[in-house]
């Protein structure tokens, strides 16, 4: 058995490369990988008032996971992916109620002339083609605090907790499909293409509570596309059946040590006809190999469902790497939105994390490590 370290892209909401532990055996290995973020956030107004506290899995979750390849011959391969999210600070399982390995969990067959077949518990393509597609700045830009939130909560997308029904609403930093079937095509001249659909489970209803979703990318040299659809069906004892309808094109383009990102990214609740689109364009920039900046502009609008509502976020952030695995790291966000309505960052999730006020400001260091 030997053991070495290798980079290989992180499973979400990752910014850069992570070190793997790996035992092989001939073509065959089983992969042990694993990513920890924690620091000290300060947030000038939660329910009218400032608050200095511990949070972690910002930057990048916390996660701890296995890989498995098995080279069966003729290009093809058995592989399986598990992976489990924690808090650094309780060490209780996250999300809470979804399992030890409620962030991913699938087996499948990959072909090196065909494509990938995975079945199990994992992304749609609004993460896969849109998020690993790096279109979206918060991979390197603010992590958690850089997704999609803002005075939407009325649209109550139903995988939420209540004081949070629009977090993540375009499901970009990882919401996953139970009991799925996902297809991913090899490249084709640049392009590549997924497909995946949820089961549902009802009993002479095959439509009901399902997941599909479909992507699309295309890649040359530094330039990059790619867009996205997923339509998510929820289900409710004694409640109507509620769709939520996502969409989103993105592109990045990488010019030496500079690189930038665009992204548009939409939800629609068909239950209740509530709507939100965004655009945003970020930007970073590796200033010698040891530091990093980056920035990101983001607008936010919900339609008359959600009162005309509206935000503008600005993110920025230094990375200072220690080592090819370890960071510090100093970001800053703000958010305003229209008179009237509650400003609310993505990632302040405690029940009264809402502002009082049209803003919120938050500032955070912290340290990532990966293995």
Not at 37 to 51: M, P, R
Not at 100 to 105: P, V
Not at 140 to 148: A, C, E, I, K
Not at 339 to 354: H, M, R, Y
Request: glycine residues 14%; charged residues 15%.
């Amino acid at each position: 058995m030997k053991m070495s370290l290798k980079w290989w892209g992180a499973l979400i909401v990752c910014a850069g490369a992570q070190a793997q532990a790996q035992a092989d055996t001939g073509n065959n290995s089983v992969t042990l990988f694993g990513v920890m973020d924690a620091g000290i956030t300060y947030v000038s107004n939660e329910g009218g008032h400032g608050n200095a506290k511990f949070d972690d899995g910002i930057l990048s979750p916390n996660m701890f996971g296995l890989k498995g390849n098995e080279d069966l011959g003729g290009g093809l391969h058995a592989v399986f992916t598990l992976v489990n999210q924690f808090a650094v600070g309780t060490g209780a399982i996250q999300p809470p109620g979804k399992g030890i390995f409620g962030r991913n969990a699938w087996i499948g067959l990959d072909s090196d002339q065909y494509g990938k077949l995975t079945l199990g518990n994992q992304y749609d393509f609004m993460t896969d083609a849109l998020f690993f597609g790096r279109t979206d700045a918060a991979m390197s830009v603010g992590g958690l605090y850089n997704f999609r939130a803002g005075p939407f909560n009325k649209i109550a997308i139903p995988y939420n907790p209540p004081y949070a029904g629009q977090f993540d609403w375009d499901r970009m930093s990882g919401q996953t499909v139970t009991n799925s079937v996902k297809y991913s095509s090899p490249s084709l001249a640049g392009f590549r293409f997924g497909m995946l659909y949820g089961f549902g489970g009802v009993p002479g209803s095959i439509g009901s509570g399902n997941t599909v979703s479909a992507g699309i990318n295309y890649d040359n040299g530094p330039f990059g596309a790619a867009a996205a659809y997923t339509e998510a069906k929820y289900l409710s004892a004694g409640a109507p059946e509620v769709g939520i309808r996502n969409w989103g094109v993105g592109a990045h383009y990488q010019l030496g040590s500079l690189t930038t990102n665009a992204l548009i990214t939409t939800v629609r609740n068909t239950q209740n006809g509530g709507a939100i689109a965004e655009g945003e364009i970020g930007v970073e920039y590796l200033v010698t190999p040891s530091v990093q900046l980056g920035a990101d502009y983001m607008y936010m609008k919900g339609n008359d469902f959600l009162n005309n509502n509206h935000a503008h976020q600005v993110t920025a952030v230094a990375d200072y790497f220690l080592s090819k695995r370890t960071l510090v790291y100093v970001e800053a966000v703000y958010q305003r939105t229209n008179s009237g309505a509650q400003a609310l960052i993505s990632g302040v999730l405690d029940a009264d994390g809402t502002s009082s006020g049209p803003s919120q400001f938050l500032t955070r260091v912290g340290v990532e490590t990966r293995f």
